[in-house]
């Protein structure tokens, strides 16, 4: 089993930036990618950015590329998300999940552990 737990939530204005942190735990060395998504009231969740643990090639919903930035510290198998010009359609619960796959598609099913999920309120 992995555990993942999401922090660095919260409420910002527009324009401004959070950076999230999703700490995994367990069985890490089972899993090849990270990724974040998010999930509005209302709406279905949606991918919003992947990296690999080996590699660290990153992956990017269109409507993040450019103002959010994924990264990782294998030392701390840790993940975060770095998000710049936030806009009040970022708000939502911004979830991290793990990938046994090598390949995962860009969708929650393609992921086999998530976290808690941590709030992100942006106001215009």
């Known amino acids: 089993q992995v555990q993942l737990v999401e922090s660095g939530g919260g409420l910002v204005q527009a324009g401004g930036s959070l950076r999230l942190s999703c700490a995994a735990s367990g069985r890490t060395f089972s899993t090849y990618v990270m990724a974040w998504f998010r999930q509005a009231p209302g709406k279905e969740r949606e991918f919003v950015a992947a990296?690999?643990?080996?590699?660290?090639?990153?992956y990017y919903a269109d409507s993040v590329k450019g103002r959010f930035t994924i990264s990782r510290d294998n030392a701390k198998n840790t993940v975060y998300l770095q998000m710049n010009s936030l806009k009040p359609e970022d708000t939502a619960v911004y979830y991290c999940?793990?990938?046994?796959?090598?390949?995962?598609?860009?969708?929650?099913?393609?992921?086999?552990?998530w976290g808690q999920g941590t709030q992100v309120t942006v106001s215009s």
């Open positions: 990296i690999r643990w080996s590699g660290g090639n990153t």
């Open positions: 999940a793990a990938s046994r796959s090598k390949w995962p598609r860009n969708e929650p099913t393609s992921y086999d552990y």
